[in-house]
């Protein structure tokens, strides 16, 4: 929210907060929580980061969708055979995505190429 946002707008705000159940489970955003030092008693406080995480979540998903599709188009347009319509979401495809928002992803030691 901005800071030149009225306090009718924060109120709706927190009323159609009551109404929304996040895809995350509140109690596992509660746990992530408690894990970084974050305590808080205010349940629109949790609601409004299981809020956060799931528009990052479904960003991120987005993100990597429109990469696989580019690679599958890619990919047709390279290979003269029978071509193949499924979308398979790789995970060069979430690193890619998870990149634009400042997030590296390293394969761990001991795992192939």
């Keep these: 929210m901005a800071q030149d946002d009225s306090p009718e707008q924060v ?17 596992v955003t509660e746990y992530h929580l408690r894990k970084s030092g974050f305590h808080t008693t205010d349940p629109r406080a949790v609601k409004t980061v299981s809020l ?23 990919a047709k347009k390279g290979s003269g055979g029978k071509q193949d319509n499924r979308l398979i979401l790789t995970t060069q495809d979430l690193t890619w995505a998870l990149k634009n928002y400042g997030v590296s992803v390293h394969k761990p030691e001991g795992l192939g190429p």
């Design 11 to 27: 109120e709706q705000f927190l009323q159609q907060l009551d109404k929304f159940h996040p895809t995350l489970p509140e109690s």
């Design 52 to 74: 956060a995480a799931q528009k990052l979540l479904a960003d991120l998903a987005h993100d990597a969708l429109q990469y696989a599709k580019m690679r599958t188009a890619q």
